[in-house]
Structure formats: C-alpha cells, structure tokens
C-alpha cells in the first residue's frame, strides 16, 4: 500500500474543514496530525481538541505523530479522540514504557509506530520492528514544517527496508520533513511507502500531483 499523508500542521487553520476536503481530493488515504508539547520539540501545535475535530470531518485515516515526551500519559486520550494510527518516538520515554505502549495501542484494535529523529541510528528501533506497524523516518529535525530534507536519512530507510524484506515483515516505512516532488521519489527509490507532505502539499495548486507520483 502506498499514501500519502498530508500534514495540517501547514494547513490554513482557519479552514480547516475545507483543508481536509482538499485531502480526501487527493487520493490521500491518511491525515498526519503533528501534536508537539514544546518539550521534546522546541515548538507546540497542538493536542486533542484538533484530533476530535478532524475525527469529525472525515474517514480518512489519523496518523498522529506525538512529538511529545512520555507519550505514554496520553495515548489512550488519543486513541478516544480517534486517532487510527499512534506514532511516537523512541528517544521520548523507556524501553519498558514504548513496549507497554504498543501493547495498549494494538489491544486497542489501533496501529503504532515508532518515529526515529534524523541523528538516531536505525539499531534502536530494533528490538521492536517485529511489534509495530511502521516506522517514521524523520528526514529533518522534529519540530517545524517548510525544513530541507536531509537525504542522508535515506541510508536508514533502506537498512530498515532491507530488514523488513529479510524477515518478511509487512511493516510501512513513513518519511516526514521536506516531502516535495522530488524528495518523494527519492524516498520511494529508498523503499518509502507512506510520505508526509506539509508545506509542498497545502501551497501546490494540484493536490493530485503527489499521488500521482506513487508506483
Ligand atoms: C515536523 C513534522 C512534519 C512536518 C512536515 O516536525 O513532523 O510532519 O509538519 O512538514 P513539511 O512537509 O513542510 O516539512
Ligand atoms: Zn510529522
């Protein structure tokens, strides 16, 4: 399966509703939610209340990404608001703690992810790739839309594909950060399947274009 998932973080906020009717006109099966806490990421967007509204305004698919630290105090909140799909990162809380985590979200009939930041090296999300749904690349530093992708970042997503092929995992690989054109077929060279677009999504006069892209 292949998506795209667009990010209402560059969203126009006052038109949100009408921003999500330009998601579903995409071909897009997934909305990516960036819910930051000012801790973990220098910056803070936003939490529930938005979830629950976009919940409200379409089928699509919620993709949240908890930039946050101890996700784990709000994932179930997340899951009530509606979300399908909880990623968070594995430099946000304790091995104990991400492993309880998957075990609520999926007895929760939800998928989860694991995010890794554009400097953490692919062996930490190791020891739970067989536990999780997908992996989210980050191809710039969490916290801010309208970042360069850094396409050093594509080594990972390769090694982790490599992984998944080898043991025969049906796991997605997401990227997230600076997602135009042109990076998201140099992600999808490197074995990508789900790519966040924020900026180059909600400033493109086609919104078909990305998907079109997908092969
Ligand atoms: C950054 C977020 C990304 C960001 C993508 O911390 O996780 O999802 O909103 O925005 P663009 O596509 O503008 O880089
Ligand atoms: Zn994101």
Redesign the pocket.
Known sequence: MKTISP?I??ADMLNLGEEIKKIELSGAKYV?I?VMDGIF?PNISYGMPIVTAVRKATELVLDV?L?ITQPERYIEQFIQCGADIITFHVESTTHDEILKSIDIIHKRGKKVGLSIKPNTEVDTILPYINLIDQVLV?T?E??????SFIFDTMKKVSKIKDIIISKDYSIDIEV????NSNTLLVAQESGANIF?????FFKCDNPCEFTNLLK
Not at 176 to 179: A, F, M, P, R, S
Not at 196 to 200: D, E, K, N, Q
């Open positions: 990010s973080l560059a990516h960036d990421v990404h930039m980050m710039v969490p916290g801010f839309g309208g970042q997230d950060g600076g997602v966040v677009l924020g900026t180059a």
